[in-house]
């Protein structure tokens, strides 16, 4: 595994690589000339200031947006998304949420009640829980519901659109506990788009950094998260010594009001 | 098999027949507003006396005796079969073009004007219309009533795609849904947010235009049956013959359209505290 996460050599299986992707918003170059590949088993959190096309990217990557230029190759099976809005269909309970996956992902229906209940485990879901209208559920429940209804279709990629941004600090540490943990197995790859360098020390295992004008990535630094006592004390000395002395790191907080995403 | 899954037949239907139960408890307040009504009817009733306005009960007497005759069935009947014929036309014809035009911003810029033009000529006139071009027949009826609630039937669906939660559509592309599933699943589910009450009106359109309609061209049905009694004078008769066309639009709507959107809006109810549901 460690090899796959450090070195991106020639033998490791490429999850997913773009090169030279470019995008567009009427007439307005928001990406140009985008290159980064993602190992299997490796999560590569992208950061950068807000508005500088991370999601735009990400959207790209998942297919949800046509790229204007470049290539994409996609060597994972099957990818699934979380949102920064949890994006539950409202008339459905969590449990039809997690199906409504499923049954997009073609699991037969008799096999469907068992996997939701088998991800509902992994997500710390209650059954009393599956049964409640998203109405009923709070902020950190719905986005538990989301990340059920990503993991029951066993996806091989995972894009994580901003998923906790918009939680308080506590349970944002909950849920990217919760990725962490499902994460471990190894077997998950995964985009992990953040503006906060924290959580992206956290969770990743490699950080990109978008340019502010998203005019390609502006580099990419391992993030030493397999070396032992890699806990809350060392990912802070982390980030606190590459925001101060990493140039990579210097206008991944600039805000510009004007851009819009 | 999984112990939720076991539970949930019988928990489904006994939140199904709780539902059922409670809405029928709240008939209650219909039949209080009804009652209400015909107190305020009898005193007029009392007031201009009998030729000008017949007392309820007598009103209901007549409504009864037309009840046992198999003609008035008839007649109902027909009026019945008409103004559901119509709205169901309605129904298909205002709902997939407003959809269209939800979807597409060009078409939508197209209808607008036109559903303007078509709210701005009075039903009069396309009954005069009708008449011309289909005599004192079903067709008559039914055109005028495609045409008098259509801009509502329209506007309803247009509406429900243009606010619908784009997130949502984005979220089922993510995991893989075509268009045509993420129209099926995600965006006609959205539109009876805005379908159903304009559903409902276009109900109630139908009736009124298809007594309106058959009275005007002399096409039978309630309304035929309006006129006969408008040329005998018999006031009777008459409100005997309001009180049926609004009983079954009552009927109509309660067994089609409430039954439908109760199921559709039961997430609605979840968020409601349990004091506002009653």
Known sequence: MASGRTAMGDKTVIALNLKGVGHAYLGRTVLDGIDLAIAEGEIVALVGPSGC?????????????????????????RHAMIFQEPSLLPWATAEGNV?????????????????????????????????????????????????????????????????????????????????????????????????????AARLADRIAVLDSHGKGVLGVRIVPSARPGWDDTAVFDWVQSALKHDPLFRHIHDVDERQIA | MPKILQQSLFERLADRTGRVLEFLWSGWAGLAALCLLAAVWQ?????????????????????????????????????????????????????????????????????????????????????????????????????????????????????????????????????????????????????????????????????????????????????????????NLDIANALAWVVISVGLLIVVEYTLIYPVKGELDRWRRAAQPWGIKR
């Open chain 1, 53 to 77: 096309g991370k999601s735009t990217l990400a959207h790209i990557a998942a297919d949800l947006i046509e790229a204007r230029a470049g290539r994409i190759d996609r060597g994972y099976r």
């Open chain 2, 43 to 231: 005193a007029g009733h009392e007031a201009y006396g009998p030729f000008i306005l017949t007392s309820p009960v007598e009103t209901l007497r007549a409504a009864g005796a037309l009840a046992a005759d198999p003609d008035a069935w008839t007649v109902g009947l027909k009026t019945l079969q008409r103004a559901v014929t119509g709205f169901a036309l309605v129904a298909v014809v205002g709902g997939a073009l407003g959809i269209v035009a939800g979807y597409s911003p060009a078409t939508m810029r197209l209808a607008s004007p036109l559903v303007t033009v078509i709210l701005g000529v009075p039903p009069i006139a396309w009954i005069v219309l009708a008449m011309i071009w289909f005599g004192g027949s079903d067709a008559t009826v039914r055109t005028v009533i495609l045409v008098a609630a259509l801009p509502v039937v329209f506007l309803g669906a247009a509406r429900g795609i243009v606010t619908r939660d784009r997130g949502l559509d984005r979220m089922a592309r993510a995991f893989g849904a075509g268009p045509v599933r993420r129209f099926v699943s995600v965006g006609l589910r959205q539109t009876t947010t805005t379908l159903f009450p304009a559903l409902a009106l276009a109900l109630g359109t139908s009736f009124k235009v298809a007594v309106m309609a058959e009275l005007l061209a002399n096409a039978g049905g309630i309304g035929g049956a309006l006129a006969d009694a408008r040329i």
């Open chain 1, 99 to 199: 199906a409504f996956s499923l049954k997009l992902a073609g699991v037969p229906r008799r096999e469907r009640a068992g996997r939701i209940v088998e991800t509902a485990e992994r997500v710390s879901l209650l059954p009393e829980d599956l049964k409640k209208f998203p109405v009923e559920l709070s902020g950190g429940m719905k986005q538990r519901v989301a990340i059920a209804r990503a993991l029951a279709v066993r996806p091989d990629f995972v894009y994580f659109d901003e998923p906790f941004t918009a939680l308080d600090v506590a349970l944002r540490r909950r849920m990217q506990d919760l990725v962490k943990e499902t994460c471990a197995g190894g077997q998950l790859s995964g985009l992990f788009i953040t503006h906060d360098l924290q959580e």
